[in-house]
Every structure is written in C-alpha cells, then in structure tokens.
C-alpha cells in the first residue's frame, strides 16, 4: 500500500520510516498521507504500545518537497494524484476541537510517538518532530527552522508548540534566524529529550516504549497524554476538575488492580492493550 514510507510492527512498537532517502526524506503530498494513514493503523493495533518516527538514510526530513514548494509559489496547480484509498483519522475525537485542525491530530493519537532523528531535520520535518510527543536526536542530527529564509512564517503549530518547549525568546530566535544547529545544543535548548551517538537514535526509542510496555499501563499513557495537551488549552481549577474525575474512573479501573497486585506480587504487571 504504502510507496513513500515504510511501516513495521514488532510488539510492542511501530515503527514509521519515512522513505525519500535520496531527496533527505522531504515530505510530498502521498508521503503525508502514507504517514497518517500509518498512524491510524498503529493506534488501532493491541500489539502497539508506542510509536517511532524515523527517516531513511543518512536524513530524519528536510522538510517538505522542494518541487512542491516550487510549484505553489508559482501558482501551478499541477496534477492532483488519487489519494482516497489512503483516508484515515488516527486521534481521540474525544479530545477536542485543537486537535482536529491541520497536523494537530498526532498529539490526540492515543500512544506514545517519539521521533528518532537520525539527521536534518528543516521546516516541515521540524514541526513533524515537534508533534511528536518526545525527540531523541543524534549528535550529528542538524535543525533549521528554514520558515523565514523561504519568506514564510511558523506554521503548523510550531509558534504554539516551540514556545512551550523552549521559552519564547529561545523559540523568537529559531524561527527568526532559522539558524542550524546540531543535537548537542537542541538538547541543551530543551528541544530534544535525549541525545545519542549517530546511528542509536532508532534503538534507544525503541527501548524506551519497550521499557514503558514491560511496567506502564497503556490507558495510563494515554490518559496522561490526553492531560498534558488538554491542560495547556486550560485553567488550573478546570484542568484540576478534569484530572480528578478521570482519577475517580482509575481509581476502579481493572489496570489499578492489576498495578497495586502486581506491586505487592513482586512481580511485572500485566496491563491490558489499547485498540480502538
């Protein structure tokens, strides 16, 4: 099905690659497609705990495709491809009017997804990065905003979502010098969670939702994601509200049985899997 990504299932993780190695991995039309429709598939599936998104090659995504970009800012519209057979809706409904609006669905998708970045990682594959929920970037990996030298401005919740991340002044001078900069110093930023050698940042995702697969419930996780997303949009008292009604429904939830026996057992608990 899939042409420009590929997508692997090993429980408890999937793995999303996206596949242009030769142009660094820059996102087309069918590739965002390919990649949502990959999302939906992997939120649907029990076996899946989490999700990585990575790049092939020696690139994470250079952002989107340069003949794209050529062709808007020329006014050609150009031949529109047959994409149906791709439709999907991968998030919770349940989360909201934000979390319907252009690429703000990743973070209603109800698991994890971590973006392992191998490499340049510009423009549109930056905020791809930063909708996903966590980043492990390799040393070598190197970031550009690219908005500002393209005369665009943030887009896709990147003016929402960096300053959340870094600080406002930090994220001002991102996207206004659209400077490079590698791992190291996006770890520094506080954009990136974790910063490994070049060619580990695949592995060490992976083994991070494996570690979360062997001792976290997985309606936790996504309970959790919910709150955290949600409760930006919010005030304190009624994010508070919300918290604490969602812990009375845990409180009898057969997974907090499961977490306090195992507990007392000594022994590793046996959460059940999400699908929807």
Not at 46 to 74: K, M, N, P, W, Y
Not at 166 to 184: H, V
Not at 241 to 246: A, G, H, T
Request: aromatic fraction near 8%.
């Amino acid at each position: 099905m899939y042409e420009q990504i590929l997508y692997d299932v090993q429980d408890p993780v999937a793995v999303i690659t996206l596949n242009r190695p030769d142009s660094l991995n820059a996102l087309t039309g069918r590739m965002q497609r390919e990649f949502k429709h990959a999302l939906a598939a992997a939120e649907d599936n029990s076996a899946v705990v989490g999700i990585v998104l990575t790049g092939a090659g020696r690139g994470f995504c250079a952002g989107a495709d340069i003949g794209g970009l050529q062709s808007t800012a020329e006014g050609k519209g150009g031949r529109v491809e047959d994409l149906s057979h791709l439709k999907a809706a991968p998030g919770d409904p349940e989360m909201g009017e934000n979390f319907k609006v252009s690429y703000t669905y990743m973070l209603a998708v109800r698991k994890p997804i971590i973006a392992a970045i191998n490499g340049p990682c510009a423009g549109l594959g930056f905020c791809y990065a930063l909708l996903c929920d966590m980043r492990f970037a390799e040393k070598q990996a190197k970031f550009t905003t690219a908005f500002g030298q393209r005369g665009l401005i943030a887009e896709h919740a990147s003016s929402w979502l960096l300053p959340r991340l870094i600080g406002s002044g930090k994220a001002l001078d991102l996207l206004w010098s659209a400077r490079s900069f590698q791992g190291e110093e996006a770890k520094e930023l506080g954009l990136v969670e974790r910063v490994v050698d070049a060619g580990e940042s695949l592995n060490a995702a992976i083994q991070y939702i494996k570690q979360l697969a062997e001792s976290v419930s997985p309606t936790s996780l996504q309970i959790m994601k919910a709150q955290v997303y949600r409760h930006l949009n919010m005030e304190l008292g009624e994010a508070m509200i919300e918290s604490n009604q969602w812990m009375d429904e845990s409180l009898k939830s057969e997974d907090f049985k499961e977490g306090v026996s195992s507990f007392i057992e000594r022994r590793k608990p046996n959460f059940k899997r999400l699908n929807h």
